[in-house]
């Protein structure tokens, strides 16, 4: 899915503890997260064009200007333009800004996809709102420097309980929340838990990482590359590495994995991918970008409750078991799957 960024304003430096040399990326009122197809419509093809004209989500008026936070939906846009079906993903800040904004989105109008000229309705269709206020207002730093205390004491699981608190408060600012997410990805990737690390380092990275400190930016787009071509996530790999390419912070050795990561991608063998559900919501499920047009599920460990296909457009819902195979039909393209099931849950991906 294509994601979009609204109200995001230019980006004030906030110092807290990081270490890395890199080029701070060039700062911007809107911009529109990088993408790679990796999946084309290959046969019967039509000329499908998405959405467009996306509504301004305004704060809550009950909630102060120095709140900040980040409200990401999902929802369909109907062939009149009229949204339905809207979900909350993604929260981060005042519960009262995710209420907002479904309130305001169920009465926003877009300009409807079309067919051939035609209008349709597009299913799972993504959108990010961002808050944000200028200075900083620089809340939970105190108990960010706290956590880091604990962190260079080698109290590490005290550590991830205070950074914790601070990714998930409701008061934090954008820059505090997404750089105590950055330490609890680097805790535990130090542990080889790339299950919660590449959950925390897509928190830390969210708006290809321009919240963090500018110091943290590069690292942990780097952290992101390398644990997401491990993971087997290598659409994420590759969208990060352009990333960091654009950023004029790319190593040899990233362009030397990326190359690799292209090589498998293109080839004819199957893609085996691990899963790991942190929790039974959009926000909290597998997603993946997928590469081939069969899938299955198998070593399912836990309970997996069901998946949602959603293929520029097109849309799919399934409960999942080991013994089915799912196909994808040719003239579905830019296909990305969320999977949902209880906390904990792994399983085997395989695409062929």
């Known amino acids: 899915m294509h994601r979009y960024f609204f109200n995001a304003a230019k980006i004030c430096s906030l ?37 467009s004209g996306f509504p301004a989500l305004d704060r809550p008026k009950d909630v102060g200007r120095d709140k900040e936070g980040v409200v990401e939906m999902i929802y369909t846009v109907a062939a009149d333009g009229s949204t339905k079906d ?23 109008h877009h300009e409807p996809a079309t067919e051939n000229g035609h209008p349709i309705d597009f299913y799972g269709f993504d959108t990010i709102n ?6 900083h207002p620089n809340v939970r730093v105190k108990d960010y420097m706290a956590a880091m205390d604990l962190t260079k004491a080698g109290n590490q699981d005290a550590a991830l309980e205070d950074f914790d608190r601070i990714v998930f408060s409701d008061d934090a600012d954008l820059r505090t929340r997404f750089m105590a997410a ?24 969210h708006s290809e ?14 952290i992101k590359l390398l644990i997401a071509a491990a993971s087997g996530q290598y659409a994420e790999a590759l969208v990060t590495y352009d990333i960091l390419k654009k950023y004029q912070v790319a190593s040899p050795e990233d362009s030397k994995l990326a190359t690799d990561l292209e090589s498998r991608v293109a080839g ?24 081939r047009r069969k899938f299955e599920f198998y070593k399912i460990n836990g309970k997996l409750d069901h998946f949602e296909l959603y293929c520029d457009g097109h849309e799919l819902k399934s409960a999942i078991n080991e013994t ?22 792994t399983f085997q991906f395989y695409e062929q």
């Open 15 to 51: 110092l807290l503890a990081a270490t890395t040399v890199g080029t701070v990326p060039p700062k911007a009122e809107e911009y529109r997260e990088e993408w790679r197809d990796f999946l084309k419509c290959t046969s019967q093809c039509t000329d499908r064009k998405r959405p």
């Open 86 to 108: 809207i979900r909350l993903v993604t929260l981060y800040g005042p519960k009262s800004y995710g209420d907002n904004a479904m309130k305001l989105m169920a009465h926003a």
């Open 130 to 135: 961002t808050y944000q206020r200028f200075p």
């Open 182 to 205: 950055y330490q609890e990805a680097s805790l535990f990737r130090d542990r080889n838990d790339l299950d919660q690390a590449l959950y925390y380092i897509r928190i830390a990275t």
């Open 209 to 222: 990482g321009r919240l963090l400190s500018k110091n943290a930016i590069s690292t942990a787009l780097h």
């Open 268 to 291: 004819a063998e199957p893609i085996q991918v691990r899963g790991w559900v942190h929790d039974n919501s959009l926000g909290g499920a597998w997603q993946h970008q997928l590469f």
């Open 324 to 345: 089915s195979a799912w196909i994808i039909p040719s003239n579905w393209s830019n296909c990305n799957i969320f999977v949902l099931g209880d906390n904990g849950t």
